[in-house]
């Protein structure tokens, strides 16, 4: 790098990031839009945000092919922006047009100023939580969407944060930064969202995992995951617009 050059930030791509704000287009409750939210707003990427009704034909790629297609407010702008058929979330960023919330989600990290540069191991850990928040997802939305043994959810949950607890600090974040990353909001998200996990575990208060309700809680506090939080479209504890008082 020559004298007078600004230094990039390590791991950071740079130069054919679009400009202007990434608008993300999502329902008007938490499921897969959080996450990419909570990431946007530890990295301080500022989003635009567009909601549709909470609309589904079913929950896994099964239930929706067996239900047939379905015109909605969201598939009618899915269509619009050349996306036809593609669930929710899909990112707009200039000349960049994706859906699958994993794409998404690693996208805003990357573009993410302040979020935590983490390496491979940091990485690693963090698409676990991910790939566990969207397995957890599946089962939630087979019960909201598809009519699916709502019995099913505690057990599950259980399991993942068994599995997930060995991971947690007891203080801190798992990556050992001093912002949250994938890994800790996932535990948010899992223990504090309504839409589908409150909705589908009831009271269930997580106290056999307190490692992981206390680390929602801790990731709650951050200050920019706080600010979020009292944002307008921060849906993680909201029902759908239609339901709302
Ligand atoms: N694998 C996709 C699944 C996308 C998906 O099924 N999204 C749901 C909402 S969480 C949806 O848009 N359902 C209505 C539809 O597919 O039209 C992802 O991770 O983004």
């Known amino acids: 790098m020559g004298c007078g050059q600004a230094k990039e930030p390590k791991g950071k791509i740079s130069g054919a990031i679009p400009k202007g704000k990434p608008v993300l287009h999502y329902f008007d409750v938490s499921g897969r839009g959080e996450l990419s939210k909570l990431i946007a707003a530890v990295g301080g990427v500022e989003l635009e945000v567009v909601e549709y009704p909470f609309q589904a034909n079913g929950a896994s790629v099964a239930d929706k092919a067996k239900a047939g297609a379905m015109e909605s407010e969201h598939t009618k702008a899915a269509k619009a922006m050349s996306m036809e058929g593609c669930g929710l979330p899909i990112l707009v960023h200039g000349s960049l047009k994706i859906n699958q919330s994993a794409a998404v989600q690693d996208y805003l990290m990357g573009i993410g100023p302040t979020y935590p540069p ?17 397995d957890a997802m599946g089962l939630g939305a087979g019960i909201v969407l598809s009519g699916y043994d709502g019995s099913l959810m505690v057990p599950f949950m259980e399991k993942t944060l068994t599995h997930l607890s060995k991971y947690i600090p007891e203080s801190g974040f798992v990556n050992g930064f001093d912002a949250p ?40 506090a951050f200050p920019a995951v706080a600010k979020w939080l009292e944002h307008e479209h921060c849906n993680l504890k909201k029902p759908p617009k239609a339901a709302r008082g």
Not at 191 to 202: S, V, Y
């Open 181 to 220: 990353t994938k890994a800790d909001l996932v535990i948010l998200i899992l223990t504090q969202a309504l839409i589908p996990f409150k909705a589908t575990l009831g009271e269930y208060d997580f106290a056999k995992f307190p490692k992981a309700k206390a680390l929602g809680e801790r990731t709650a």
């Open 118 to 134: 983490v390496n491979p191991v940091q990485k690693a850990k963090d698409d676990m939580f991910e790939g566990a928040l969207e």
